[in-house]
């Protein structure tokens, strides 16, 4: 494997929780905090995105496929742009399941955020069933290829991945060390057949139930390179003491 320059990342996806109260509490969290040896993105609901001051990153849970115009309910990545959103959650499962988000709309809404420039964060990651019938690694292939196909190898350069276990999302049964590095690994594996460079480069982000107590061991795991964390991202002190984890 190359040299690569990766640095750690973890994104807070606030799902449809927080209020104005969050954000100031959050800001400030942050605000005091010297976090020099990694990213962090908070991804709160639309309506927050205006709260933030500039010092903190920002990412958008959704994106529209379409630049604008009759798409009631919908937000467009020029309106990300307004608001200095840099990344876009892309293919959460959450979306996938409750808005059947297929892999070619996934496909579709990544190479909308890459044409603004901006960072998708490109969800994927296998049921419970799928875990247990051992096929998980087909699943999550299957899932990497669609947006392969439609955007290529080149552009996985402006990517940032997250392997995301539905099992684990929410449930408190985060995978273990062990077996998010073994996917991580399979995932940069999948993308070293195309292109060593881009696979030693890209940053892959664990998620599923990360919290202040597990994320030091799952961010030191040799492909582990951060994470995307939905319940633990709701309390400022506890979001912090992952983003230590992943500062070391
Ligand atoms: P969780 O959510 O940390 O609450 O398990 C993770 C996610 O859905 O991104």
């Keep these: ?55 903190v990153k920002l990412g958008s849970q959704n994106i529209s496929e379409f630049d604008s115009g009759a798409h009631t309910g919908e937000i467009s990545i020029a309106m990300l742009h307004e608001f200095n959103c840099e990344y876009v959650i892309v293919g959460h499962s959450e979306r996938r399941a409750d808005n059947n ?43 990497l290829d669609a947006v392969l196909s ?12 997250a392997y995301e276990p539905i099992w684990a999302i929410g449930t408190g049964k985060t995978a273990s060390p062990a077996q998010a590095q073994e996917v991580h690994a399979f995932i940069r594996g999948c993308l070293v057949k195309q292109d ?23 961010f030191s795991q040799a492909d582990v390179d951060g994470g995307l964390i939905g319940g633990a991202s709701l309390n400022p002190e506890d979001f912090l003491s992952i983003c230590q984890a992943a500062n070391q």
């Design 196 to 218: 060593d460079n881009i696979a030693a480069n890209i940053v892959i982000l664990y998620g599923g139930s990360v919290k202040g107590n597990n994320a030091q061991e799952l």
């Design 1 to 55: 494997m190359q040299t690569n320059s990766r640095r750690q990342l973890v994104a807070g996806n606030w799902k449809m929780n927080g209020d104005k109260a969050l954000v100031e509490q959050m800001q400030k969290q942050l605000a005091g905090a010297s976090l020099k040896n990694m990213d962090v993105v908070i991804c709160p609901p639309f309506p927050y995105l205006g709260l933030f001051d500039s010092r």
């Design 101 to 143: 988000e297929s892999d070619e709309l996934v496909a579709k809404k990544v190479e909308q955020v890459l044409k603004a420039n901006l960072t998708p964060i490109l969800c994927v990651g296998e049921p419970e069933n799928v875990r247990e019938d051992g096929t998980f690694f087909d699943y999550i292939a299957a899932q």
């Design 150 to 161: 439609k955007v290529g190898i080149n552009q996985f350069s402006k990517i940032v991945l």
